[in-house]
């Protein structure tokens, strides 16, 4: 449960600086591809959409350009709660995987970061 309002909120922040923030907007420019960030069991998840400067969200966990795939919904939330640096642990520790281009898992996380500052 955690985990999804987790990834709600980071989808509300995208969503927000999509349409009010004018140097996101350029970042977003030019640049497309759908991230999804869910549990092994595919059982809770979220879909980040980045087309034609846009941004949206889905539920829909098996189509995607990139994904961090997470041992379980506790360690996600924990990890991605601590940002950057909690990510990277759990990467070391082999708690989340990625999957699919590894540009465009690194430019979901300068995304993550620009929004969150």
Not at 4 to 14: R, V
Not at 41 to 63: T, V
């Amino acid at each position: 449960m955690r985990l999804l309002l987790l990834l709600t909120i980071l989808a509300s922040k995208f969503k927000k600086s999509a349409k009010t923030d004018a140097n996101f907007k350029k970042f977003l420019m030019g640049h497309e591809c759908r991230v999804v960030v869910k549990t092994k069991d595919n059982k809770k998840g979220k879909r980040f959409i980045f087309k034609d400067g846009n941004f949206s969200s889905d539920a829909i966990l098996d189509e995607y350009d990139a994904a961090m795939v997470w041992a379980n919904p506790k360690i996600a939330f924990n990890a991605m709660k601590k940002g950057e640096e909690g990510i990277m642990d759990a990467l070391q520790n082999h708690l989340v995987g990625i999957e699919g281009q590894i540009h465009s898992f690194t430019w979901f996380g300068a995304a993550i970061n620009f929004v969150m500052e």
